[in-house]
């Protein structure tokens, strides 16, 4: 139902939004009618308990039929969302005009109308908003799609002639560990060819990783130190793909390759609460514009796509103590059953 426009009713967030914005119409509706001071508080107390009521019930009765309305075309199920509202603040019209009125035969239909054309004008355009707000955050996952498909499509040049150096120097001295190298670099360029995943399991992303970091380790032998802090648990948690490994090639490129005396790579993976973080840290980059600029370019892709997948529960930020430089990514914990 990630294609239905109306947000999840029946998360406690979408129904907080909707009464706070609710109240707020109330609020300028009771400032509207008085005709003493700045606020009709009678009315607005009335008006308050009429509409939490009807918003509250109304969402409750979408949340229930939210799998039937999402199969339902735009059109249909605009019309019937309007038309569960409509029933809704009906009955409970005619439920407050039998308390605050309760004389037998006696029903102000004029009021009931002026009420339930308010609620059809409210329904629409609340639901108008849902649309474009679905629409556009529909073009910007396929703009990250493109994003994601343009970054797998790339594989850095210096990285590449770098790699196929090394197997070629490799070959006549150690054919074996050449054949292991090719095959890394062949899982390499089989990942960034997979455009159709979203998510994968994080298995798979330090998989890659470790692929990446077997072939540097080849050309920078022991300049290139690494340490490993995985927390047990976590492989099936979701992240996208080319996620973390570019993190690390940033880290091997811009910390390592540049010190004659190298340094060391630390990812580290752990959970907290219902969040997830991954740490990667490596002695802090030298001042290079462009280094730095395509550094930040990287991070920025890499957060817009986060931010496009999980909204804002996830988190990725830089940052340097002394001479280590580290990037925290935090997601949300969500397993990857595939």
Same mark, same amino acid.
């Given at each position: 139902?990630?294609?239905?426009?109306?947000?999840?009713?029946?998360?406690?967030?979408?129904?907080?939004?909707?009464?706070?914005?609710?109240?707020?119409?109330?609020?300028?509706?009771?400032?509207? !009618?008085?005709?003493?001071?700045?606020?009709?508080?009678?009315?607005? *107390?009335?008006?308050?308990?009429?509409?939490?009521?009807?918003?509250?019930?109304? *969402?409750?009765?979408?949340?229930?039929?939210?799998?039937?309305?999402?199969?339902?075309?735009? *059109?249909?199920?605009?019309?019937?969302?309007?038309?569960?509202?409509?029933?809704?603040?009906?009955?409970?019209?005619?439920?407050?005009?039998?308390?605050?009125?309760?004389?037998?035969?006696?029903?102000?239909?004029?009021?009931?109308?002026?009420?339930?054309?308010?609620?059809?004008?409210?329904?629409?355009?609340?639901?108008?908003?849902?649309?474009?707000?679905?629409?556009?955050? !529909?073009?910007?996952?396929?703009?990250?799609?493109?994003?994601?498909?343009?970054?797998?499509?790339?594989?850095?040049?210096?990285?590449?002639?770098?790699?196929?150096?090394?197997?070629?120097?490799?070959?006549?001295?150690?054919?074996?560990?050449?054949?292991?190298?090719?095959?890394?670099?062949?899982?390499?360029?089989?990942?960034?060819?997979?455009?159709?995943?979203?998510?994968?399991?994080?298995?798979?992303?330090?998989?890659?990783?470790?692929?990446?970091? *077997?072939?540097?380790?080849?050309?920078?032998?022991?300049?290139?130190?690494?340490?490993?802090?995985?927390?047990?648990?976590?492989?099936? !948690?979701?992240?996208?793909?080319?996620?973390?490994?570019?993190?690390?090639?940033?880290?091997?490129?811009?910390?390592?390759?540049?010190?004659?005396?190298?340094?060391?790579?630390?990812?580290?993976?752990?959970?907290?609460?219902?969040?997830?973080?991954?740490?990667? !840290?490596?002695?802090?980059?030298?001042?290079?514009?462009?280094?730095?600029?395509?550094?930040?370019?990287?991070?920025?892709?890499?957060?817009?796509?986060?931010?496009?997948?999980?909204?804002?529960?996830?988190?990725?930020?830089?940052?340097?103590?002394?001479?280590?430089?580290?990037?925290?990514?935090?997601?949300?914990?969500?397993?990857?059953?595939?």
């Amino acid at each position: 139902m990630r294609d239905f426009f109306v947000p999840d009713l029946c998360r406690v967030r979408s129904v907080f939004m909707l009464l706070i914005t609710s109240e707020l119409m109330v609020l300028v509706l009771a400032i509207v !009618q008085a005709n003493d001071g700045w606020i009709d508080w009678n009315y607005f *107390a009335l008006l308050s308990l009429f509409v939490q009521w009807t918003t509250l019930t109304s *969402a409750a009765l979408i949340c229930l039929l939210r799998s039937r309305l999402a199969k339902l075309s735009v *059109a249909r199920a605009t019309l019937a969302i309007a038309l569960i509202v409509l029933l809704d603040v009906l009955a409970f019209s005619l439920f407050a005009d039998s308390v605050l009125h309760p004389q037998p035969g006696i029903i102000g239909w004029q009021a009931i109308a002026k009420k339930l054309l308010l609620a059809l004008l409210i329904v629409l355009m609340v639901l108008r908003y849902f649309y474009l707000q679905h629409q556009w955050q !529909q073009q910007r996952e396929a703009e990250m799609q493109a994003h994601l498909t343009a970054l797998q499509a790339r594989i850095q040049p210096h990285f590449l002639f770098n790699s196929m150096n090394t197997i070629a120097s490799l070959i006549a001295t150690d054919p074996e560990l050449a054949e292991d190298a090719v095959l890394d670099l062949s899982e390499l360029f089989r990942a960034s060819l997979r455009t159709g995943d979203q998510l994968i399991p994080l298995a798979k992303e330090l998989d890659l990783c470790k692929r990446y970091l *077997a072939i540097e380790s080849l050309r920078l032998g022991p300049r290139l130190k690494l340490e490993w802090h995985i927390a047990d648990g976590l492989e099936r !948690q979701a992240i996208p793909p080319l996620t973390l490994q570019p993190l690390v090639e940033n880290a091997v490129y811009h910390g390592i390759q540049p010190r004659p005396e190298g340094g060391t790579v630390r990812i580290e993976v752990e959970e907290r609460g219902s969040f997830v973080y991954l740490l990667v !840290q490596n002695p802090k980059p030298k001042e290079d514009c462009d280094q730095h600029k395509g550094n930040r370019m990287a991070l920025s892709n890499i957060q817009a796509r986060l931010h496009a997948l999980f909204g804002e529960a996830s988190v990725l930020k830089h940052s340097h103590q002394g001479e280590v430089y580290t990037v925290t990514l935090r997601l949300p914990k969500t397993i990857k059953h595939s």
